[in-house]
């Protein structure tokens, strides 16, 4: 109705960030910020092995205690985020970069085109994107890079099917017409005019994916196909604390948490863009 | 009296939304609250029944039937809408619940108040909608709401909101959506039930015309409060009201333009025998029968005229269009601008032809993405240019072209969601002047906007037509639109042309028995003021 749109936005007047996207924003950023800080500085040599002081408990000198090299967790879970960060960011980039492209070409040309890249896209959502890991780990061998390139293969589905839905509603606007009657082709439309005006639906997609890449990650560490050793990783010291865990629970309780922590942190930012930005729910709140 | 509001105040986070509006009304009478887009005639209407939106703050007297509402709580309120007032809304597409039965429904209103079983219920409904004019016989109760028409679906919301007999029913723009023919039968409805059953009836509407020929009392606002309030035929003839005389001048405006009668007989725009037809559903035996939207269409549009297509909804006028502007490939015949074949393979000539022929669009609000500058979207068709222009230039002409439809230059920074509606439709305008074109087409441009604004919306087009010597290809189911702006025109149903001619002539000895229908059903302000003399 005219009158309803005509009005100004009462509640955007006192529009602020969503409290969730911001406890989000500070989880990952300390993260990010942890991650970083390893690179130059962490309280124990992650690869120094001390036989004599293994499988201590958290105390002062060992803030989460040690493994049964008598490595420091603490150390490890710093140094481990950084796999998870750099995995799950260059799978979602690998995903959007390509999804993003295939799904605005299935909204823009109609037909065989469409039908062709949704049924591959269907295709690879067949495949579990552990089972996809452990194809290329048997043809290329386990690997960082391995695990970003499986689960990004898994994303690319994802991103195209939220592109392609979300391009399809905007085809349908008045503009796009408008836009044809200006003589562009489909393709001009598409990133002139259609991406810029589905991007909050990506970003919102990218924090979600984001989340699942981490606990992807994991999944992969934990089976033996993400990150090599000595390198430290989440998924990977899970796997090790299991034989231990009745003696030195601490040393999967920290991983876990750490785990849990960042996948909450990018869950808050998905929610809370979601909710920052589609107007419709913005105005409930 | 039947409805007695007094001093009725609502704020909305501390912004005034109505100031002392006081209403009354009679059993058996209609009220029409007429006024333009936030004036605030809505959400008088609402308040009375308690569905403000969140966030407001009302004061004042509102009494229904004897009923104090003015303090009355949700449980209140509960028990009056649908027993005491019914409700109808303006967009008969979504008041129904898709998944229903009509006949679930109306039964569903009787259900929620009185406790009856099924079948004494659903005897209830199929009265109601006997009454309505859908009698059981021809018209099932099982029928779902997609497999009716706009009027059809209008009828049951009527016959829910007043099934239970009602004193009052409020009517919120009820025929707005709905084609002319088709609103002249839910207004003799809503009439019949005034005069046979008693009702009052507030009908909120933005056409006076509508008032005139349908309703008693006429409540006219303004900026939130009644300017105006009385008989029909007393302020409609003889208003001292500045606003209100404002209001009839505007909805009966003739827009000035020096006819040029000597038209060229060289064609700007020729479409031949055009056929859209849209394919019918796959079935395992094959593809059945298709819909053809557009039927083996001829029509010319010479320089300097006016071209007017009018025709109800769904009578393929709008995808006649979108096909004479290349949006949509026909199954047969051709389109040519200037003699040449449009589209046109080559890409140099179909920006030529482009740069000829543009477009306006209907919705002020989606014909502009909402990201862009006001700059880039004016300069959007500039894409056609043969040679590509510096920005410099660019925004030379964005200038001098908001300039032409009376904006200023620095409109050119802002946002489209700055502008008002009308404000929007100029935009609109200037991206299709830019390429100076030499045809435009207009897809129920003028139709969304308030009397005033679109008075001058028409100055301005036929301002810009004399200047500049634009064919105009008024596409519009308003008939009084294409009066006034119009040279030729050109009746359009079920995917044919059923009538052209003479503007003038057209309407004053219209030929076809459905321009003849379509003529009478269209209501008429002076006409209906005079008639009941």
Not at chain 1, 206 to 219: D, N, T, Y
Not at chain 2, 44 to 68: F, T, W, Y
Not at chain 2, 118 to 142: C, I, N, T, W, Y
Not at chain 2, 298 to 306: D, R, Y
Request: glycine share 8%; aromatic share 6%; charged share 20%.
């Amino acid at each position: 109705m005219m009158t309803v749109r005509g009005m100004p936005n009462v509640a955007g007047a006192r529009c602020r960030f969503p409290r969730r996207l911001v406890v989000g924003l500070t989880i990952v950023t300390l993260i990010i910020v942890t991650a970083l800080l390893s690179f130059v500085w962490t309280p124990f040599d992650v690869s120094a092995i001390d036989v004599g002081g293994k499988l201590l408990p958290p105390s002062a000198g060992h803030l989460l205690g040690t493994d049964h090299f008598g490595r420091d967790t603490l150390s490890m879970v710093m140094v481990g985020a950084r796999s998870a960060l750099a995995v799950a960011l260059v799978a979602v980039i690998i995903g959007a970069g390509i999804g993003v492209p295939l799904g605005l070409v299935a909204a823009a040309r109609r037909g065989w085109v469409s039908q062709f890249i949704m049924r591959g896209n269907d295709l690879i959502f067949a495949f579990p994107a552990l089972l996809m890991a452990v194809m290329i780990a048997a043809i290329h061998g386990p690997g960082a890079v391995n695990a970003m390139i499986a689960i990004g293969l898994f994303n690319i589905p994802v991103f195209a099917r939220v592109a392609r839905g979300g391009a399809l509603t905007i085809w349908s606007r008045e503009y796009i017409l408008a836009a044809r009657v200006a003589g562009k082709g489909r393709m001009l439309i598409s990133v002139q005019h259609v991406l810029p005006n589905i991007a909050g639906l990506l970003i919102v997609q990218v924090a979600i994916q984001l989340a699942l890449a981490v606990v992807a990650e994991a999944g992969l560490s934990y089976v033996g196909l993400g990150v090599q050793p000595p390198s430290p990783s989440w998924g990977r010291m899970l796997a090790e604390a299991q034989t231990m865990i009745g003696f030195a629970p601490s040393l999967a309780i920290f991983p876990g948490l750490a785990i849990m922590i960042l996948v909450f942190g990018f869950g808050l930012i998905g929610d809370g863009l979601n909710d920052h930005l589609n107007p419709r729910l913005r105005k409930e709140r | 009296m039947l409805l007695d509001v007094r001093n009725l105040t609502v704020h909305i986070d501390d912004m005034p939304i109505l100031k002392s509006v006081s209403l009354q009304l009679k059993m058996g009478e209609i009220l029409g609250i007429a006024g333009e887009s936030g004036s605030g005639k809505t959400m008088s209407a609402l308040a009375i029944v308690g569905l403000l939106p969140q966030g407001a703050k009302s004061r004042g007297d509102i009494r229904v039937n004897g009923h104090d509402l003015a303090n009355a709580d949700e449980t209140t309120f509960c028990n009056v809408r649908g027993k005491e007032v019914g409700i109808v809304f303006q967009e008969p597409m979504t008041a129904l619940n898709p998944v229903q039965s009509i006949g679930r429904q109306v039964a569903e209103a009787i259900r929620i108040h009185q406790d009856l079983s099924r079948s004494e219920s659903q005897k209830l409904a199929s009265e109601a909608l006997e009454k309505v004019g859908l009698p059981a016989k021809s018209f099932s109760l099982d029928r779902y709401p997609h497999s009716l028409s706009g009027g059809q679906r209008q009828r049951v919301a009527i016959a829910i909101a007043t099934i239970l007999k009602p004193a009052l029913l409020i009517a919120d723009e009820p025929t707005t959506a709905l084609d002319v023919t088709t609103q002249a039968e839910i207004l003799s409805l809503f009439r019949r039930l005034a005069d046979e059953d008693g009702v009052g009836i507030i009908l909120v509407t933005h056409d006076l015309a509508v008032i005139a020929e349908t309703a008693d009392q006429v409540a006219i606002m303004h900026n939130g409060s009644v300017v105006e309030a009385g008989e029909v035929q007393t302020i409609f003839r003889g208003t001292n009201e500045a606003y209100t005389k404002a209001l009839l001048r505007d909805t009966a405006h003739v827009p000035v333009r020096s006819r040029l009668d000597n038209y060229s007989d060289q064609p700007v725009l020729e479409a031949r025998h055009l056929v859209r037809e849209y394919a019918g559903p796959v079935s395992w035996f094959g593809r059945s029968e298709g819909f053809r939207a557009v039927d083996d269409v001829s029509l010319s549009v010479f320089a300097n005229e006016n071209i007017g297509l009018v025709g109800e909804s769904g009578c393929g006028k709008s995808t006649l269009l979108r096909t004479i502007l290349g949006l949509d490939t026909p199954q047969a015949g051709q389109v040519e601008v200037f003699g040449r074949q449009f589209p046109s393979p080559s890409r140099k000539d179909m920006h030529w032809l482009r740069r000829k022929i543009q477009v306006v669009f209907q919705d002020p609000f989606g014909t502009f993405d909402p990201r862009w500058r006001v700059s880039q979207l004016v300069s959007e068709n500039l894409y056609l240019a043969e040679t590509p222009l510096t920005r410099g230039e660019t925004r030379q002409k964005v200038d001098a072209i908001l300039d032409q439809v009376g904006l200023s230059m620095s409109d050119a920074d802002r946002y489209p969601h700055e502008f008002s509606g009308g404000q929007r439709q100029r935009l609109a305008i200037a991206r299709a002047l830019i390429t100076e074109p030499s045809i435009i087409a207009l897809d129920e441009a003028v139709s969304s906007l308030d009397v005033s604004i679109r008075a001058r919306i028409l100055d301005l087009l036929a301002e810009l037509s004399d200047r500049l010597g634009v064919s105009y290809l008024f596409v519009t189911h308003d008939l009084s639109i294409a009066r006034v702006i119009t040279d030729r025109i050109l009746v359009m149903k079920d995917g044919q042309i059923v009538e052209e001619g003479k503007t003038e002539q057209v309407f004053s000895s219209p030929s076809h028995a459905y321009t003849q229908r379509l003529l009478a059903a269209a209501p008429q302000l002076e006409q209906a003021v005079l008639k009941s003399t």
